[in-house]
Each structure stands twice: as C-alpha cells, then as structure tokens.
C-alpha cells in the first residue's frame, strides 16, 4: 500500500472521534486539564502538570473464518454498532490475550462452537467503528465442539454462501476480507 492509498482509506472512512482523541479533556493520573500539541513527533493530548501524554492506539481484535460446505460462518449483531448487521465472528482482545485465544473464545460466545485454529488468515484495518480504530486480525480454524447457537451479542448465526451474503455487512474490515477470501480461495 502506498502512502496515497492509505490517505485516500482513512479520510474515506474517518469518523469524529479520529481526531478529537475520545473527547478526553482532562488528566485520567493528576485530573489538570489536558492540552493538545506536538508531543513525540505528532499531535497528541497531554498534562502540563504530570506529563501524562495520551497515545491514541487502535484496539486490537481478532476473530475466525468457519467454512463449511464452501460458506463461511457469519453472526448478526444484536447490538451497535451495527445493529442487525452481519459480520464475521469476531471481538476486542483482552489485555491478558493472544489474539488467538480471542478468536476461539469470541467464537464461543457467539456462536457455541468449539474452533483449533489452523493458520493466518490476515490483518485488516477497521477505520468505521465509532467506538475505537481496530486492528483485526483473522484466523483460518476448524470446527471441534460445541453447537451451533447465536450468543453474547449475537442474535443469529449462521453459514452464508460466498455468492448469496447478507447485503448489510457491518464494518469495512470485514467486507475487505470477504472480499480477499474470495480473491485468495474462490477466483481461479
Ligand atoms: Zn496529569
């Protein structure tokens, strides 16, 4: 990716809260009011009175790819953002995580089912959740328990054919990689 494509992918997908640092305005350490200015070669909130500096990082996210019979697994979510929208099976790292350790617990708590991972799949840059920029890291795996059941914040879950998705898919990321899936596995 060269730097113009990746000018044209975040003002094409930049949300407010990309620059305005999460609307913090004061100190989480000393409470002093925070000030915006060059800190470490970029524009970052920090604390005049304790030197807190705030580094706005994407959040780290991990998820599965299920085939079966040639679909792919895929959840509709039950809350926002993207409410009643599908995405592939996926969720924030936690901090004690590997990510791999997030993909087979959030395929558990979507979906019931039991996965062993088998392979990278890639990494994606979500840049359209309101809530944080995410890196998504997606995982081949294989099913080996459990049974199908939508949970935690899914209200569905099921196997969508490569030719017949959902038309509302939640995040960029996850239709990017529908779409590398299919470039990479499906066109000859
Ligand atoms: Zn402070």
């Known amino acids: 990716m060269n730097d113009d494509d990746l000018k044209y992918l975040i003002s094409g997908k930049e949300f407010k809260s990309f620059n305005d640092y999460n609307g913090y ?24 009175a304790c030197g807190f500096i705030y580094y706005q990082n994407p959040a780290p996210a991990a998820g599965a790819i299920i085939i079966r019979d040639n679909k792919i697994l895929m959840v509709e979510r039950s809350i926002s953002p993207g409410k009643g929208d599908w995405c592939i099976p996926a969720g924030f790292t936690e901090w004690n995580e590997h990510p791999q350790q997030t993909a087979v617990r959030e395929l558990k ?14 990494v994606f840059m979500g840049m359209d959740d309101p809530r944080t920029h995410a890196v998504l890291i997606l995982y081949h ?25 959902p038309s509302n898919i939640a995040f960029q990321a996850h239709r990017d990689a529908l779409a590398l899936y299919r470039k990479r596995f499906l066109e000859t």
């Open 141 to 165: 795996a294989d099913v080996t328990g459990g049974e199908l059941i939508a949970g935690d914040d899914a209200s569905d879950a099921r196997y969508f054919s490569f030719d017949n998705l």
């Open 109 to 122: 708590e979507e979906t019931g089912l039991e996965i062993s991972i088998t392979s990278m799949f890639d």
């Open 25 to 48: 305005q004061w100190c989480p350490r000393c409470r002093a009011k925070l000030e915006i200015g060059e800190m470490d070669e970029s524009i970052r909130p920090h604390c005049p």
